[in-house]
């Protein structure tokens, strides 16, 4: 019988395997953004039915239908308020993108943009459930002297594309204006700059203190003991005379 021990992996001894953590942790964020993105969807369509005023149709005793040149502009506030609630939704989600899937690089941009037609779609969905229901069989059901108010719809299903654009934007900028962490400060670089000059000095036998090459150097102790060379006395005499 061997006396050998198997070293406990990390499930055997309670821990968690190092490349877990990670993917686990980005599976949190990912679900957070995605339940963020049907949250903020839901909650623009609520907002979207509560300030829409859609025009109507009166009903004539002959059974026409009427509205007024104000009821026809009117047609295009539903479009109108689906843009401006998607583009501050769209810039909303961009910053919770950016804030929570900054680490995992560029799939961020892809996510910001799937999040945010997601709930663009959510929000047209629960403004038309939450809308007057099919105009032509309330129309068809009204009876003369009643007003009859338009559906809860987008006439122009371009709009959705302004909440993932607008989602781009702190991502995109962000990005391009942040500081870069691999490149360091210029103070910082002149500084190491300066600490590698002086370990290279160092270590080719250049005190930070001495004099650079080329130049007149201090009297060695030898000459300190015995006095200046009789050369260096007379040029220094002459200098003086």
């Known amino acids: 019988m061997s006396d050998r021990v198997t070293p406990a992996r990390p499930e055997a001894a309670g821990g968690e395997e190092p490349a877990a953590a990670p993917a686990r942790s980005l599976l949190n964020r990912v679900t957070l953004f995605v339940a963020a993105c049907?949250?903020?969807?839901?909650?623009?369509?609520?907002?979207?039915?509560?300030?829409?005023d859609l025009p109507g149709y009166v009903i004539a005793a002959d059974g026409r239908a009427a509205t007024t040149?104000?009821?026809l502009a009117q047609h295009f506030g539903s479009d109108a308020?689906?843009?401006?609630?998607?583009?501050?939704?769209?810039?909303?989600?961009?910053?919770?993108a950016w804030w929570r899937l900054v680490r995992i690089g560029w799939p961020v941009i892809p996510l910001a943009l799937v999040g945010a037609t997601v709930a663009a779609l959510l929000c047209w969905m629960v403004g038309h459930a939450l809308g007057p229901g099919d105009f032509a069989a309330r129309l068809s059901a009204a009876q003369p002297g009643e007003t009859v108010p338009i559906q809860l719809t987008l006439g122009a299903p371009v709009s959705l594309v302004v909440w993932p654009f607008f989602a781009t934007i702190p991502i995109l900028l962000w990005s391009s204006l942040a500081p870069d962490a691999e490149q360091p400060a210029?103070?910082?670089?002149?500084?190491?700059?300066?600490?590698?000059?002086?370990?290279?000095?160092?270590?080719?036998?250049?005190?930070?203190?001495?004099?650079?090459?080329?130049?007149a150097s201090a009297p060695s102790p030898e000459e300190q003991q015995d006095g200046p060379a009789p050369g260096r006395a007379r040029r220094g005499a002459d200098e003086r005379s």
Do not use: K, N
């Not at 308020?81 to 919770?96: E, N, P, R, S, T």
């Not at 103070?187 to 080329?214: F, I, N, Q, T």
């Open 69 to 71: 040149e104000r009821g």
């Open 38 to 52: 049907l949250l903020v969807g839901a909650l623009s369509g609520l907002v979207w039915w509560a300030v829409v």
């Open 81 to 96: 308020w689906f843009v401006l609630i998607g583009a501050v939704a769209g810039l909303l989600l961009g910053l919770v």
């Open 186 to 215: 210029p103070l910082l670089a002149r500084r190491a700059r300066a600490e590698r000059r002086g370990r290279h000095e160092a270590v080719a036998g250049v005190l930070p203190g001495d004099l650079p090459s080329g130049s």
